[in-house]
Nanobody, 127 residues
Framework: QVQLVESGGGLVQAGGSLRLSCAAS????????LGWFRQAPGKEREFVAV????????YYEDSVKGRFTISKDNAKNTVYLLMNSLKPEDTAVYFC????????????????????WGQGTQVTVSS
């Protein structure tokens, strides 16, 4: 059974950095589209960053471009989200997601296109 386990969330000061990790068991990330989403109180879950199955294509939500970086380590079967220059508006529960079975030519950016999800990790940025 596929399981995604997240870690790395916490409380940080504005301008600080966090590195979120999501480790998978059951299937390899080398054949998966991978993504990070977040949900703030009172808001819908939103796209943050996604990466194609090959790792060659990445998309970022406009507000995090230049600050966040999605990456993966196939040997460790782990996907990361490095978050720099954090702002209070980044406060949310962050979820990692994976999709298997789709085409290599398409990178999904909507949550309902992903098959598996982690439990979420809280990121709180104080001002």
């Amino acid at each position: 059974q596929v399981q995604l386990v997240e870690s790395g969330g916490g409380l940080v000061q504005a301008g600080g950095s966090l590195r979120l990790s999501c480790a998978a068991s059951g299937r390899t990330f080398s054949t998966a589209s991978l993504g990070w989403f977040r949900q703030a109180p009172g808001k819908e879950r939103e796209f943050v960053a996604v990466m194609s199955k090959s790792g060659g294509t990445k998309y970022y939500e406009d507000s995090v471009k230049g600050r966040f970086t999605i990456s993966k380590d196939n040997a460790k079967n782990t996907v990361y989200l490095l978050m720099n220059s954090l702002k209070p508006e980044d406060t949310a529960v962050y979820f990692c997601a994976a999709q298997w079975g789709g085409t290599y030519a398409y990178t999904p950016r909507r949550g309902n296109e992903y098959n598996y999800w982690g439990q979420g990790t809280q990121v709180t940025v104080s001002s």
